[in-house]
């Protein structure tokens, strides 16, 4: 049993006609916490659980955060999750829906974590957003459902925040024998931590970010993220925040599904046609999704640029 939803597979027609290729998005918009990290922090939770955790800890007021919550509810174990002041009212809101203990601490995620760390007992077990081996594989699952499915890309395209998407999906694609798929990773120009690893051949803590898509913005990468360059094809991309929020607007529109601005960085790949395709003929998606973006927010920041 597992605390996540297989997520169908589709063929978009407007983006295959847009891109001039076979383009495939798997829809992990559609997990029950709006995004993808619930099949690492479900099987993670569940991990603990078995190992008695009586609580899960968590400091994130976004998608990971979400997950832990819907987890501890589907499981039964109490969720605590401290975020920083600059929280939005509506993901302080969404948490409690789920009935998480939330606790408003400190200026910036960095003293949110530390209160949620120092909370932290022997009987509970902290959730990090994505620099867990768990997790990762937990996310593989969304490629092994891709090959359950019948469908073999030539490329997956998928955003990098702290790099857990990519270190799953790259254990994805190598445990179902797909070492000759590789992966176009996408960040934002203010987020890339990932682009910035890659450059200098080893992890970097950017001084700060400075990008619309939240969920991307870890300052630096995970170790694991190099160490998949290293075994395996990946490309960085990286586009503007305009790019990424015109790419969730034409996205609402081609299949009335409403995304954040992390996952539009990964779609503004097809819609702004990113030279990286041009070598490719049956691009993947992954759609990982947003729990917290509303219509409203989204429009507000189109109507910025
Ligand atoms: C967490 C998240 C990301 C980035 O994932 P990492 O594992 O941190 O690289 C991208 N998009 C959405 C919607 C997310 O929730």
Known sequence: MHLHQAT????SRALSLLAGRDVWLKMEAFQPPGSFKIRGIGLACQH??????????SSSGGNAGMAVAWAGRQLGVPVIVVVPETTSARAVELLRQENAEVIVHGA???????YAQSLSGSKDAFLHPFDDPLLWQ?????IDEVAADGCKP???ILSVGGGGLLNGVVEGLQRNGWHDVPVIAVETEGAASFHAALQAGH???????NSVAGSLGAKRVSEQSLRCAATHPIHSALVTDSQAIAACSR????HRVLTEPACGASLAVIYDSHPLLAAFRKPLVIVCGGATVTAEQLWHLSEKR
């Open 251 to 254: 996205f609402l529109n081609d």
């Open 48 to 57: 603990y659980l078995h190992q008695g955790a009586e609580r899960f800890v």
């Open 108 to 114: 910036s995620w960095q003293e949110a974590n530390h």
């Open 8 to 11: 169908p597979l589709i063929p």
């Open 138 to 142: 937990g996310h593989a699952t969304m």
């Open 154 to 156: 030539d490329v997956v």
């Open 203 to 209: 992890t970097v803590e950017l001084a700060a970010i």
